[in-house]
């Protein structure tokens, strides 16, 4: 495990070990962090894109006697 052994040569004071424990530990944790955004790229490269939902609302108003109307509104006089 690469945190014991950066800690035993913290411990030791040996600067030599520490930075190759360090460096381990690093190289490990981008390594698999690489390798988890490979297989998401790859699948997304792989899955055919769904329907892109659309924002678009279409509202309908309902009167007090019960028709329905839509959003426009007319001014007649």
Known sequence: ???INIVDAAVAQDK???MQ???AAINNKV???LELKKVEV?????TTPQ???TNEVETT???????ESDSSVSNEA
Do not use: C, K, P, R
């Not at 790859?42 to 792989?46: D, G, K």
């Not at 108003?61 to 028709?67: A, C, Y």
């Open 21 to 23: 424990a360090f460096n």
């Open 1 to 3: 495990m690469d945190h």
């Open 51 to 53: 329907e892109v939902a």
């Open 61 to 67: 108003t309902t009167e007090v006697d019960g028709t």
């Open 16 to 18: 030599e070990a520490f």
């Open 42 to 46: 790859a699948s997304s490269l792989i």
């Open 31 to 33: 390594s698999d962090a």
